[in-house]
């Protein structure tokens, strides 16, 4: 195999992998002493529209901000988190028949239906109340599944990944 050629194979594992994997993005004021913050509370967002999903939603912050160390409080806290969730529907295709049929093994093949798929997107703020400004944001977008368990368990392992690296260190 030429060496060019697994170049093309590897990159393209590379972005099949990187198409299922849910999209993080996380952004935070650089000025901030995140030291100094040690509880938090929740403030209004959207929540999602389904109640039950709504729980998981915060239950994994929640988990995750204990994780951290912080404490939630419901009277003036240091940290007031909102979230928002939407869903939106993307057109995809039928990974199964990629390097099938008459399209080779880089682009997809005739064979290949283009589909409908719900993609969910969960955006996390953090508020610093005292200063009236936002200190930190979070993104996490995925596709959403239609098995409340494989369901339950992104959101999870979604909010570990969001959190994976906060507090910011300076």
Excluded at 161 to 168: D, I, S, V
Aim: glycine share 8%; hydrophobic share 35%.
């Amino acid at each position: 195999m030429t060496q060019q050629r697994t170049r093309w194979i590897a990159a393209l594992g590379l972005m099949l992998l990187c198409a299922c994997a849910s999209n993080i993005v996380v952004d935070y004021d650089k000025n901030t002493d995140f030291s100094r913050y040690r509880t938090y509370g929740w403030g209004q967002g959207m929540p999602a529209k389904n109640p039950n999903l709504d729980r998981q939603i915060m239950g994994a912050i929640d988990e995750q901000m204990a994780r951290k160390g912080f404490t939630k409080t419901e009277g003036d806290p240091d940290l007031v988190v909102t979230y928002h969730a939407a869903t939106h529907e993307e057109i995809d295709y039928n990974e199964a028949s990629y390097g099938s049929g008459y399209g080779s093994s880089i682009s997809p093949s005739a064979a290949e239906v283009p589909m409908k798929v719900n993609v969910g997107t969960v955006v996390v703020d953090m508020y610093d109340p005292k200063a009236k400004r936002k200190v930190w944001h979070g993104v996490g977008s995925d596709l959403v599944m239609d098995d409340p368990t494989k369901t339950s368990a992104e959101i999870r392992n979604g909010a570990v990944r969001m959190f994976e690296k906060f507090p910011p260190r300076q």
